[in-house]
């Protein structure tokens, strides 16, 4: 350590007499201002030679007395540390740039610099001090001056020169040799700086404490020497001495090395702990090893930790060394988890191959208790260290942690990369690796990536019955993702020969059996779907809500094989095994099989029933139309058409309404009354001018016309109907349009005959769905602008089409990919009221919530979540995204009880993504409140269960070391941020921000810095 006193001679310069000559008139009463204004400031009154001078410039000086004059204002500005002194000094400088007192200023400039430590400006100031503007003593003052702010700036070349120039000088001579031997230190010239320090130590003729310092100098040499026994004496020499305390800090720490290099650990522990106690500074790195070392050696292994803590900043042998101590302090301590943090970080360390090999066995022992580090890198570290170290007496242990990884890691990928990179794996790699892969493919699904999920379930499939168990369970989750990407001919396969493995006593055979049903019943294997309906009904393995389901589906399946009567029963039974869940599906179905066994009166009570039970269903504007339909079979066309009625008023803008139109109509026409029916014909037109009810009103219209001979009144009302539509289509417009439209839907589409269509048909009848097909290849395609055009096109001329509701929903999502997000909400708002199905129906609410999210708009995101829902019907990837987002709007809203009722059941699964989200939301929200053992307590049972969704894990790390730093932890949480930032796999910015910002506000708070 290279400290050095502020030894500084003969610093002061005198200023220049009054100049000698004087204008040749001039107002005597200036000149007597002029002179007490000089004579006050050489008496060091300052603001009376400001108020002198300042009076003499009023009554007139001129010349090189005004010069004068300014110059010791600015001077006496300059003594008294006024604000804008330096300013003062400068201005003089550039307005009088020629006088022989600028240089005086310019020498003041250096001075107020130098006196600051400003070593750079002022060399900058002083070289700027024109050469010959100084004589004597003055240039002495100026050379040693630039010498010694070259030696604290490290110029030691320049500052040798510089002294050696004053050599000769009686004020400075004694002072420039002791500058040269500490330049020869500096330098690591130790022998000849110790000739030279030892002729000062000696010299009986020097005054000041120059002899004291190079003793000091020489016992900082010895010390470097490792003259252990010599740099005792000489230290404690200069300590009882206690002639500069300055030294004192650095004496006794090289005094206590000594003693610990020497083997007297008491001796060590005392002049060490008062080094550490007042280091003057950073404390040396080696001291607090020293002291970790005698610290664990007593068996005090926290302040073990503490003082390693300070050697461990470095990417060095020492670090290195005091890591494996650390690790070793906290296992003491029963901190498996701190352990491995220390002992991971020495193992990837290469200074010292001993301390690396038992740091790598250590943190294998560690990882075998329980141990975790984050983003545990033990896959890795084990296989470098089988490479590193083959022939290690460790070697077996490590091979068997490693097989234990894989099946112990939730980093699935880094493990498979591991297996991989064996070339010749035993039958238990082998079982590791189909464990693996049967994992990566569960969390796949989990997070909606099916087609990632079929290439490792196959996989895990392809190695056989490694694991029967995993083999089988393999089978189940691959026939799920099979069903998800729709090839359900191999779902069911692999469905049906996980059920004959398991067999009736198996843990998922009724899961499995549902699962096939479904499978086949896409298939249209209505009978044999029915039986496996029928296979997970009697399991006894189903909960309430999933038994409910299967009745509905065997409801279905009795359906399409037209057996209305079971199918009846079947509802009936799935309302009675599930209690909880809505019971309109069920009552509206069985209304449905009572219309189709022709019980109509029964068929309306049972709808009637159904809008009754349940008034916000979205089936009820179908129900209500079945309900017309029923009353118009019993001929009560009156009821119908009051039915039909109350579903347009009820839902004007929905396409039941216009359904219920069109029904309207032809029961009144079917009544005979023609008039009204005509009029509910118009309406159609009118107000779905683009849909294809009005195709088909305006052809029944027409034969209504035509019996009565006013087919010129049905031309003149078509006329007047914007997008009105047509009934004069030739058959080479739709046959040309029907080629092309083959050709668009195509498994492997095409829009050139499409495009051909519209330049040759440019009014033809079937141009707006034309451009929907454009539309919608290109969104396929991935090109949204061109996509978003067309769909507007197709939108403006066909807004009730039949093709109008699935171009509003790729609308609305281009929207919302191109974060057009106030238009993307009108248009989702706009689908909810079109949608004709649940699912799409479903899809449009989903859209409005996530809009409203990229919003801010929280209040509206809860209601949205909360209605999805409570009406059900979402898929678990849905479910799980709509609780998080309440969970979020009631966090953002204030209303932190739900949020983290919601966040905490969602935080049960961390392999989703929600989960992980929520695991670090919920721990979030108790950190805030200040519930910190609540808020560890989470993050730490989120580390636990593991993820693998990095960057929310990373947010859980950086949020736990927040809480160790609240808890005064700071050994903990720098430990945490340090092996985070080693090993975290992402390249978030955000992220690594958070790390070293957190890392160096520990460091500026640590009670005892690291250097």
């Not at 034969?703 to 007047?720: H, S, T, V």
Request: aromatic share 10%; with cysteine; net charge negative.
């Amino acid at each position: 350590m290279m400290k050095i006193k502020n030894i500084i001679l003969g610093i002061s310069v005198a200023l220049p007499v009054a100049m000698a000559a004087q204008p040749a008139v001039m107002n005597s009463g200036a000149q007597s201002y002029l002179e007490r204004g000089k004579n006050m400031f050489n008496s060091r009154n300052y603001v009376g030679a400001i108020d002198q001078l300042n009076q003499a410039s009023r009554l007139g000086l001129a010349g090189t007395a005004q010069e004068e004059a300014e110059f010791y204002i600015a001077l006496s500005k300059f003594e008294r540390a006024e604000r804008g002194d330096l300013d003062a000094l400068i201005d003089f400088i550039e307005e009088h740039p020629t006088s022989e007192l600028a240089q005086w200023a310019q020498i003041k400039v250096g001075d107020y610099h130098f006196y600051r430590g400003d070593w750079n400006n002022a060399l900058l100031s002083y070289s700027l001090v024109r050469d010959g503007a100084l004589d004597g003593d003055r240039q002495e003052d100026l050379v040693y001056r630039r010498a010694y702010a070259n030696l604290r700036l490290g110029n030691y070349e320049l500052a040798e020169r510089q002294y050696k120039s004053l050599t000769s000088s009686s004020r400075y001579g004694k002072a420039t040799i002791f500058y040269d031997a500490y330049i020869d230190y500096a330098n690591g010239n130790y022998d000849s700086a110790m000739d030279k320090f030892i002729n000062i130590a000696s010299d009986s003729k020097l005054i000041g404490d120059l002899p004291y310092q190079a003793s000091y100098y020489i016992t900082q040499i010895r010390f470097h020497n490792k003259e252990y026994n010599r740099v005792i004496s000489g230290g404690q020499q200069l300590l009882s001495e206690d002639e500069n305390d300055y030294f004192t800090a650095e004496l006794n720490r090289i005094v206590g090395e000594s003693y610990f290099h020497t083997g007297n650990n008491s001796s060590a522990r005392k002049y060490l702990t008062t080094y550490l106690a007042d280091p003057q500074g950073e404390p040396y790195r080696t001291a607090g090893y020293a002291m970790g070392v005698l610290d664990f050696q007593a068996m005090d292994y926290a302040q073990a930790i503490q003082h390693m803590s300070i050697a461990t900043d470095e990417d060095d042998a020492l670090a290195q060394s005091a890591h494996l101590y650390i690790g070793q302090s906290r296992l003491k301590l029963n901190d498996v988890n701190g352990a491995a943090r220390a002992f991971e970080l020495a193992a990837k360390m290469s200074h010292d191959a001993n301390v690396r090999e038992t740091a790598f066995y250590n943190y294998a022992l560690s990882q075998s208790q329980g141990a975790r580090t984050p983003f545990d890198k033990s896959i890795d570290m084990f296989e470098q260290f089988l490479n590193d170290y083959p022939k290690s007496k460790f070697k077996d242990d490590v091979e068997g942690h490693l097989v234990d990884s894989y099946m112990s890691t939730t980093d699935y990928s880094r493990a498979l990369t591991s297996i991989n990179h064996i070339k010749n794996p035993g039958n238990k790699v082998q079982t590791a690796k189909q464990y693996v892969l049967y994992n990566l493919g569960v969390q796949a699904l989990k997070n909606d990536k099916n087609q990632e999920a079929l290439t490792y379930l196959k996989e895990a499939v392809d190695l056989g019955s490694k694991d029967k168990n995993i083999y089988n369970e393999s089978r189940l989750w691959l026939a799920e993702a099979q069903f998800r990407t729709g090839d359900y001919k191999n779902a069911s396969a692999n469905q049906q020969a996980y059920a004959k493995q398991a067999g009736t006593k198996g843990e998922n055979y009724g899961i499995a059996q549902y699962n096939l049903g479904y499978s086949l019943y896409q298939q249209r294997k209505y009978a044999d779907a029915l039986k496996a309906f029928q296979n997970a009904a009697t399991s006894k393995q189903l909960d309430d809500q999933m038994l409910g389901d299967v009745f509905n589906r065997m409801g279905d399946t009795y359906y399409y094989t037209q057996d209305y009567t079971a199918a009846q029963e079947s509802y009936a039974r799935a309302m009675e095994v599930d209690k909880t869940a809505p019971r309109d599906y069920s009552m509206y179905q069985m209304g449905i099989m009572m219309a189709l066994n022709k019980q109509f009166d029964q068929a309306v009570n049972q709808l009637d029933a159904m809008i009754n039970e349940c008034p916000s269903s979205t089936l009820i504007p179908q129900a209500m139309i079945e309900k017309g339909n029923a009353y118009a079979a019993l001929d009560n066309g009156k009821e119908a058409v009051a039915t039909y009625k109350q579903v347009v008023k009820a839902y004007p803008k929905s396409a039941e309404a216009r359904k219920a139109l069109l029904q309207m109509a032809i029961v009144d026409k079917n009544m005979g009354n023609m008039n009204d029916a005509i009029e509910a014909y118009k309406q159609v037109v009118k107000d779905y001018p683009t849909s294809d009810e009005a195709q088909a009103a305006a052809e029944d219209m027409k034969l209504i016309y035509a019996d009565r001979g006013e087919l010129e009144q049905f031309n003149k009302f078509l006329d007047g109907i914007n997008g009105a539509p047509r009934i004069d289509v030739s058959e080479m417009d739709r046959l040309t349009f029907e080629a092309a439209e083959k050709l668009a839907i195509d498994d492997n589409p095409s829009i050139t005959r499409m495009q051909d269509y519209i330049k040759n048909n440019p009014t033809g009848a079937y141009v707006p769905k034309a451009k929907y097909y454009i539309a919608r290849f290109n969104y396929f395609k991935g090109n949204y602008k061109d996509a978003l055009a067309g769909l507007d096109e197709a939108l403006a001329a066909g807004t009730d089409a039949s093709f109008a509701e699935d171009a509003l929903s790729m609308r609305s999502d281009i929207l919302m990919r191109q974060k057009q997000y106030d238009k993307a909400l009108k248009a989702y708002t706009e689908l909810v009221e079109k949608s004709s199905s649940e699912d799409n129906r479903v899809m449009a609410l989903l859209g409005v919530m996530r809009a409203s999210k990229a919003l801010g708009k929280w209040q509206d995101v809860k209601s949205g979540a909360d209605a999805l829902l409570e009406k059900g019907g979402l898929n678990p990837a849905e479910e799980r995204e709509v609780t998080l987002n309440r969970a979020l709007a009631n966090a953002n809203l204030g209303n932190a009880a739900d949020a983290q009722k919601d966040f905490a059941a969602l935080a049960k699964d961390t392999q989703s993504e929600q989960g992980a989200q929520s695991s670090y939301e919920l721990a979030n929200l108790q950190f805030k409140a200040g519930n910190l053992k609540d808020a560890e307590k989470t993050i730490n049972q989120f580390i636990d269960a593991g993820t693998p969704h990095s960057y929310w894990l990373a947010k859980s790390f950086i949020l736990l070391s927040d809480i160790y730093a609240k808890q005064g932890k700071n050994a903990d949480a720098r430990d945490y941020l340090q092996s985070l930032k080693s090993n975290y796999p992402g390249k978030e910015k955000e992220i690594t921000e958070a790390i070293d910002t957190r890392l160096k506000a520990l460091k500026n708070t640590s009670n005892s810095k690291k250097k």
